[in-house]
C-alpha cells in the first residue's frame, strides 16, 4: 500500500521559515517525481514544486523560486520543502505527491498524501 505523509506545517509569522517532510513508503519512487503542491481556501490547487528522487531535475513555481527548496533523501524516502522568506499568501494546504513525470500538471500524479497545513501570519 503505497502511503506519503507530511509533516512539519504550522503557524509562522511573516518572514519566517518552515520545513515540510514527506515519508514515502509501499514502493519504489526511484523511478518517480516527487511534486509538491498547495490549496489556499477558496482556490485551486496549485503546483509548488517537483523533484526527481536522484534530485538531478527540479522545477519550482515562480511564486516561490528564490524562498523555497525541494531536496530529497533516497536513504530515508523522505521528500523535503524548506521554505524559506515566508508570506501570508502561502498560506494553504501543502500536499506532496508522486507520479511518472516531472510536471506542473497535478493530473499526472498518482499518488497523493494528506496534506499539511501552513498559515502564515501578517
Known amino acids: 500500500q503505497v502511503q506519503l505523509v507530511e509533516s512539519g506545517g504550522g503557524l509562522v509569522q511573516a518572514g519566517g521559515s518552515l520545513r515540510l517532510s514527506c515519508a514515502a513508503s509501499?514502493?519504489?519512487?526511484?523511478?518517480?517525481?516527487m511534486g509538491w503542491f498547495r490549496q489556499a481556501p477558496g482556490k485551486e490547487r496549485e503546483f509548488v514544486a517537483t523533484?526527481?528522487?536522484?534530485?538531478?531535475?527540479?522545477i519550482y513555481s515562480e511564486s516561490v523560486k528564490g524562498r523555497f527548496t525541494t531536496s530529497s533523501d533516497n536513504g530515508k524516502n523522505t521528500l523535503y520543502l524548506q521554505m524559506n522568506s515566508l508570506k501570508p499568501e502561502d498560506t494553504a494546504v501543502y500536499y506532496c505527491?508522486?507520479?511518472?513525470?516531472?510536471?506542473?500538471?497535478?493530473?499526472?500524479?498518482?499518488?497523493w498524501g494528506q496534506g499539511t497545513q501552513v498559515t502564515v501570519s501578517s
Open positions: 505527491a508522486a507520479g511518472p513525470l516531472l510536471s506542473h500538471d497535478q493530473r499526472t500524479y498518482y499518488y
Open positions: 509501499g514502493r519504489t519512487f526511484s523511478s518517480y517525481a
Open positions: 523533484i526527481t528522487w536522484n534530485g538531478d531535475h527540479i
